[in-house]
């Protein structure tokens, strides 16, 4: 049976009773008030209000059995006493432990069991700091630490198992390195490629199975790379080959810069 939306019950689901409470002196002052402000309320954010007015009481809640006390207190407790946090039950305890602690004490949650808090840390640290966590099970947070480590490492990751993760190492991993990723078999991965790459080394996506991939091809391959894509399968990728064809005949580049060369006549000599 479902509680009415005014009841003020603890975490056990029992209602709550301001009598007899080691707290009431508080209600004097406004800084206990039942529903809205108050440490024994299930509710995370009245949790949440009675540390932010009564910070001082916050050591002594830190083994508390609901977690949502424990984690609401280490916000305010005392520094020196939140390494122990660090091993607690609940991830959110864990996490909020971890935030005010020296910046050393997140490298103990790069293997985090709960991927929350790893995603979070990686989201904290930088450089090789993220090198452990390349090799994360999450494929979320591989795909956070290919946004933030350094360029240099995400050679590392181009054969990373998830599409997702690979697409950001396109998007950020030197170009000399992005020939190995031409003929991923994720398309998404290649259009980042598409976008990058020389476009001399375009030619073999000419003929990739992906419409979306050749579409874009048609924007950068060179010139005279453009004539074989007139018989595409697709009829949006030959009319987008005739657009651009139609924008040099008309005095246009096409994306590119075409150099026409003519002959030189010297000394009634002609060079080519």
């Not at 946004?147 to 993760?165: F, N, T």
Request: net charge neutral; with cysteine.
């Amino acid at each position: 049976m479902a509680r009415k939306a005014d009841e003020a019950v603890d975490w056990k689901g029992q209602k709550l009773c301001c009598e007899g409470c080691v707290h009431r002196e508080l209600i004097r002052e406004d800084r206990c008030r039942k529903k809205h402000v108050c440490v024994q309320d299930r509710s995370p954010s009245r949790i949440q209000e009675f540390f932010k007015s009564n910070p001082g009481f916050a050591n002594e809640f830190l083994s508390h059995p609901y977690f949502e006390v424990r984690a609401a207190a280490a916000k305010y407790a005392d520094v020196f006493r939140l390494t122990a946090l660090l091993d607690d039950e609940d991830e959110s305890v864990r996490w909020n432990a971890a935030l005010r602690l020296p910046h050393r004490f997140l490298l103990r949650l790069r293997s985090d069991p709960h991927r929350e808090v790893r995603i979070r840390v990686a989201s904290h640290l930088e450089g090789e700091e993220l090198t452990p966590m390349m090799s994360d099970p999450d494929y979320f947070v591989r795909q956070v630490v290919a946004r933030r480590i350094g360029v240099p490492q995400l050679k590392s990751m181009i054969d990373d198992p998830d599409p997702e993760v690979r697409r950001v190492v396109a998007q950020r991993i030197s170009p000399e390195w992005l020939v190995e990723l031409i003929h991923d078999p994720d398309a998404s991965v290649c259009l980042e490629v598409v976008q990058r790459v020389p476009s001399a080394q375009l030619l073999p996506l000419r003929f990739h199975p992906s419409i979306r991939v050749r579409y874009e091809v048609v924007a950068r391959v060179p010139l005279d790379a453009l004539d074989v894509m007139r018989t595409d399968a697709d009829p949006i990728v030959r009319e987008r080959v005739e657009e651009r064809l139609a924008v040099v005949r008309d005095g246009g580049s096409g994306g590119c810069t075409v150099i026409q060369m003519h002959p030189v006549r010297s000394g009634g000599t002609t060079h080519d």
